[in-house]
Structures are given as structure tokens and as C-alpha cells.
């Protein structure tokens, strides 16, 4: 789909902003959206950027029935010059279309999304929050629109893009987490959904939080499914231990989804010369080495929190306590490197940012 193809209807009012002392992640949303539809006979089309409104589905619509549905999570931020920056949003883009493809949906053209992104940002600009840690949070997801109680692929979706302005998005900031190792449920499994970003391995991560939560803890840490003995997960991010000076990662095996965080951390500390090693790790492995001293730090990845230093660890009734509780100092690095980079307060050494009206026709 050409550039040309997309159609703007701005409102007509504007929403008051929020109150950036006071947001909470996820909870306001800009004044406009992009939507485009796909039919099985015409591929995507009629792409727009609208007001942000409801949008009225039918209740037979597949996506309500059969979770045929994905999303993506990314960021645009204000730099200290006005600027506009999106963080590798590429990478974003050719994941949506990995994640349409396990969940049978068409895939879409990411360079016009990536441009009709722009315009949208473009457009909602002066809902950037300038302030330190905070950005724009932009979320695209695929819904299956088809009116259809039968089990098969949808031939009708719809593409959205919401935006929406967030600050830390744990309440405590970036500080260290508590988290519960999980031995009842489990998150995916090689050949299940869980290398996609799709709503049902969110859905089905719920339980398992909501009783760590009861227990005080913050998120879970994922097993793998099959023998409950492997590190996969935590919460919604990827994990990193540093090891004996090593940063040490789940390897990619299947269920574990591809963070861009993860990528990106892996690509820094590669080039600070800190080795990393993507392996398999069983979380008993991590508690004997914690014992002889080698587990130095664990923190979480992922777009919405960045880096989430990991306090404390339980599994099965013991307690390790990680870097004193405190957050540790490859942990503060990273998320140092990686906010400022975002925030254009530091180099961008490994050419990961772009400028959002980069490739606008209308500037
Ligand atoms: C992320 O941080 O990348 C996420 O996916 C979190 C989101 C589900 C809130």
C-alpha cells in the first residue's frame, strides 16, 4: 500500500493531557488512532488515521471466540531538542508479521505501517511526556473480525494503533522486584504460541500472577512446561543473570518470545566486552551458584519497564536475595544506556534510533 493511500480525518477536539506527576501506565489514550482492514478479497486497505473512538464489532467476531489476535509494544520519546525518536521500530514491525504468522493472519507491509506509525505520532506529538523515563507507549494489535462461530482462520481483520503517554511502568520505579518462582502453570511450550506476542499467552499468565501477587510478590518467574526445571520468563519480559561476570540468557527454544530489550541488551554488553552466553539454565542451577557466590545480579527486559532488577527470588520455599536487594550496577548501566539512548541524551553507538518524522512527506 502507497503512502498516498492514507486517509486523515483529525478531530475535532482535543482531549484534555494528563497529569504527568500522576500516570499510571496504560490508562490515557491520544487523540487519534490508525486503522486498516483486511478482507481475504481485497488484502489490507482503506488505512486511516481517525479520531480515537470505540469501535463497534459484531459479537460473533472471531477474535472475541477463538483469540485470533496479536500486538506489539513500542515507544517513541521527546528528546531535550524537540526531537521525535522511535527505538528500532523495525524490529517491532518484523515481529508483528512472525506473530501474524503463527496466528494465521496476512502480514502486513511494515514499511507503511512504520510510516503511517509516523504520521500518527506526527500528528498526537504534543502527547509526548518530556519528562525523564517517560515516553509515548504505542501499541498495534491485529484483531479477526469475521462473524464466524466455525474454527478456522478469520478473512476479515482489523489493524489499530493506539498510543498512549506512560512514566515507569512498575509503580516503584526501577527499583528491584520480588518474584516467585512458578511450579504449578506454566506460560508456553515449544510449538505453542509462545515465541508470538498474542493475547492468549497474556491471558493465560493472569492466574499465576494474581496468586503471586496475593503472596506479596510482583511477577512470576516462567519454567519451561515440560519438566518445570528451566528458566524461560519473567512476567512479561525476558531474564538475564550475571553469572561469574557472565550475562547469562535463556536461549531462544521455542516458547520463549524475542524480546527487542533482550536484543538490544545482548548487543550492549557485547559491546562493552561483557561475555553472554544464550543458554539453557534450571533454576536450581542458579540458586546453587547463588550459594557459592557467582549470582551477582538478575534483572528483566522488556519494552514497558526496560530493565527490571530482580531483589529476591523464591522457589519452593527458599529465598535468595540478589545484589543485597539493591539494584546492581550492570542493571543500573543498561538501563542508564538504553533510556538515554532513547531519550537522545547519549550516543547512539549502535545506531538503534530514528527520528519520527524521518521519511515524512509532510514535515
Ligand atoms: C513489554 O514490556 O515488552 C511488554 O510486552 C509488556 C506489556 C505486555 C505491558
Not at 501506565?25 to 488515521?49: K, L, N, P
Not at 481483520?157 to 516467585?180: D, Q, R, T, W
Amino acid at each position: 500500500m502507497s503512502v498516498e493511500k492514507l486517509q486523515i480525518t483529525l478531530s475535532e477536539f482535543k482531549k484534555a493531557k494528563p497529569d504527568v506527576d500522576h500516570l499510571e501506565f496504560g490508562t490515557q489514550f491520544t487523540d487519534h488512532m490508525f486503522v486498516m482492514d483486511y478482507s481475504s478479497e481485497t488484502g489490507w486497505h482503506d488505512a486511516r488515521i481517525v479520531p480515537y473512538q470505540p469501535i463497534t464489532l459484531d459479537p460473533a467476531c472471531m477474535v472475541f471466540h477463538y483469540g485470533q489476535t496479536v500486538f506489539e509494544g513500542l515507544k517513541a520519546y521527546l528528546t531535550a531538542d524537540g526531537e521525535v525518536l522511535l527505538f528500532r521500530p523495525e524490529k517491532n514491525m518484523a515481529r508483528l508479521n512472525q506473530s501474524n504468522e503463527r496466528l494465521c493472519i496476512p502480514p502486513v507491509n511494515e514499511e507503511f505501517v512504520i510510516y503511517a506509525l509516523k504520521r500518527l505520532i506526527q500528528i498526537d506529538r504534543e502527547w509526548i511526556p518530556a519528562k525523564e523515563e517517560m515516553s509515548l507507549y504505542i501499541r498495534p494489535f491485529v484483531i479477526s473480525t469475521e462473524p464466524y462461530l466455525g474454527v478456522a482462520p478469520s478473512k476479515h481483520f482489523k489493524l489499530i494503533i493506539i498510543m498512549s503517554p506512560v512514566g515507569s511502568y512498575y509503580k516503584s520505579g526501577v527499583n528491584p522486584v520480588k518474584i516467585l518462582v512458578e511450579n504449578d502453570y506454566v506460560r508456553a511450550v515449544a510449538g505453542g504460541t509462545g515465541t508470538a506476542k498474542t493475547g492468549g499467552n497474556y491471558a493465560a499468565s493472569l492466574k499465576a500472577q494474581e496468586v503471586a501477587a496475593a503472596k506479596g510478590y510482583s511477577q512470576v518467574l516462567w519454567l519451561d512446561g515440560i519438566e518445570k526445571n528451566y528458566i524461560e520468563e519473567v512476567g512479561s519480559m525476558n531474564i538475564f543473570f550475571i553469572i561469574d561476570g557472565e550475562a547469562v540468557t535463556p536461549a531462544l527454544n521455542g516458547s520463549i518470545l524475542e524480546g527487542v530489550t533482550r536484543n538490544s541488551v545482548i548487543q550492549l554488553l557485547k559491546h562493552w566486552d561483557i561475555p553472554v552466553s544464550e543458554r539453557r539454565i534450571s533454576i536450581k542451577e542458579i540458586f546453587e551458584l547463588h550459594e557459592e557466590g557467582k549470582v551477582t545480579e538478575a534483572f528483566g527486559t522488556g519494552t514497558a519497564a526496560v530493565i527490571s532488577p530482580v531483589g529476591e527470588l523464591n522457589w519452593k520455599d527458599k529465598t535468595i536475595v540478589l545484589n543485597g536487594g539493591k539494584t546492581g550496577e550492570i542493571s543500573q548501566k543498561l538501563y542508564t544506556t538504553i533510556t538515554g539512548i532513547q531519550k537522545g541524551s547519549l550516543p547512539d553507538v549502535l545506531e538503534w534510533t530514528q527520528k519520527a518524522d524521518e521519511g515524512l512527506l509532510v514535515k
